[in-house]
């Protein structure tokens, strides 16, 4: 089994900055890649960041660079640096980590951004 742990979340003001962490436990072999998603009440859950193995880093269209997702180097665990807090960025997060083409997912943790 593949357990995820998410941490960071939280609420901040509109402008401020949040730093998600994930680390994954257990059976962690054959990583294909890493990432987060999130899902707002009402919308399907949509992809926020991903990265590969060999580097590949890839964003959804709303970061506009505001994001940054990067991976520890001797850990299973990556992370989610957001700058410039929006309150649209309000959503539930959940990491997301691939192995040998199955999907793992955290429980999800909450980001709030006020206005």
């Known amino acids: 089994q593949v357990h995820l742990a998410e941490s960071g979340g939280g609420l901040v003001q509109a402008g401020g900055s949040l730093r998600l962490s994930c680390e994954a436990s257990?059976?962690?072999?054959?990583?294909?890649?890493m990432g987060w998603y999130r899902q707002s009440p009402g919308n399907e859950r949509e992809l926020v960041a991903s990265?590969?193995?060999?580097?590949?880093?890839m964003y959804g269209d709303f970061v506009k660079g505001r994001f940054n997702i990067s991976r520890h180097k001797t850990k299973n665990a990556w992370y989610l640096e957001m700058n410039s807090l929006e309150s649209e960025d309000t959503a539930v997060y959940y990491c997301?980590?691939?192995?040998?083409?199955?999907?793992?997912w955290g429980q999800g943790i909450q980001v709030t951004v006020s206005a």
């Open positions: 990265l590969r193995m060999n580097g590949a880093a």
């Open positions: 997301n980590l691939n192995l040998l083409g199955s999907n793992f």
């Open positions: 257990g059976r962690v072999f054959g990583v294909s890649g």
